[in-house]
């Protein structure tokens, strides 16, 4: 039966930004996924990227990876209290995790942190339009973004794509060293030695991974990688242009949480379309998943 206990709604949104998230799961028979890093045989979008932002280099990843992973295990307490996590045998949690381990072998080119990270993919029992990752690659997904929009493994993976890229690419850490250095934490003892002024904020800052938002310079960002990830693991990039074309028609008016600060609209289908031509032929000769899922039942049928 491909259900997941409900849980009720928090306030929250796709990407690491507002809201509060729950976890649970290893993504792969409980352990972490075994990364071969691949090289990019060829360009796709690497030559459209800039460089990370230096206000990312005042935070360091290992600590900021650490207070992801502690929310995670706050977060993963109260949603098992909840009843509200679908099971390794749910079909679309089976389904979540096949799609993560084509994708996570492309990060290493990305980000090299990703060969270390203990990736998780979780299914949460929401019906909010909603997705996320976090620092340190866990993974998850709202059940109502998968029934309510009637996902194929194709726009799954266009949105994991771009969750994944927020993690990879470090905006939280990028968010979080600007957020230090306009508070005037940065003292040179604790930038050395993680110890001091920025040892306690970030010890502090943990809970407000969850509130991060990001501009949308990084969602453009996210978006080009996460398209991709997505074909190099097999996956159709051209499934931007029907997700999007759902999550305007979902809207109705006022953006969902997925949305919230993203570009909007013709606009943001026209701009994955102008992107296409770079990444088609990466999907053109990946190999093609062998397992196929279909959404889960959408709610009333």
């Given at each position: 039966m491909d259900t997941v206990p409900h849980l009720p709604a928090p306030a929250g949104c796709c990407c690491p930004q507002h809201g509060r998230r729950f976890f649970t799961g290893l993504l792969a028979a409980g352990g972490a996924v075994a990364l071969a890093g691949p090289v990019l045989a060829q360009d796709g979008v690497s030559g459209e990227v800039g460089r990370q932002s230096r206000a990312a280099k005042l935070v360091p990843a290992e600590q900021l990876e650490a207070a992801a992973e502690q929310q995670y295990q706050q977060m993963l307490r109260q949603a098992a209290a909840q009843r509200a996590l679908a099971g390794a045998d749910h079909p679309q949690v089976q389904r979540l995790r096949y799609i993560a381990e084509r994708i996570i072998p492309f990060s290493v080119p990305w980000n090299a942190r990703a060969r270390q990270w203990k990736w998780e993919v979780n299914l949460l029992g929401s019906e909010q339009l909603n997705a996320f990752c976090m620092p340190g690659g866990k993974i998850a997904f709202y059940h109502g973004i998968l029934s309510k929009l009637q996902l194929t493994d194709d726009e799954v993976a266009t949105i994991?794509?771009?969750?994944?890229?927020?993690?990879?690419?470090?905006?939280?850490?990028?968010?979080?060293?600007?957020?230090?250095?306009?508070?005037?934490?940065?003292?040179?003892?604790?930038?050395?030695?993680?110890?001091?002024?920025?040892?306690r904020s970030l010890a502090?800052?943990?809970?407000?991974?969850?509130?991060?938002?990001?501009?949308?310079?990084?969602?453009?960002?996210?978006?080009?990688?996460?398209?991709d990830l997505a074909a190099r693991a097999g996956y159709d990039p051209a499934a931007g242009v029907?997700?999007?074309?759902?999550?305007?028609?979902?809207?109705?008016?006022?953006?969902?949480?997925f949305m919230s600060s993203h570009p909007a609209g013709e606009t943001r289908i026209r701009d994955i379309q102008a992107k296409l031509p770079k990444v088609q032929p990466l999907y053109g000769s990946a190999p093609k998943p062998q397992r196929t899922w279909g959404p889960p039942a959408a709610q009333g049928r």
């Open positions: 994991m794509g771009h969750e994944v890229a927020h993690a990879l690419r470090e905006h939280a850490r990028e968010r979080v060293g600007k957020t230090v250095v306009t508070r005037g934490l940065i003292e040179l003892g604790s930038a050395l030695f993680g110890i001091g002024g920025l040892g502090d800052m943990g809970g407000q991974l969850l509130t991060l938002k990001f501009g949308r310079e990084d969602e453009s960002e996210a978006d080009i990688v996460g398209m029907t997700l999007w074309q759902k999550m305007l028609q979902a809207s109705r008016g006022a953006p969902p949480e």
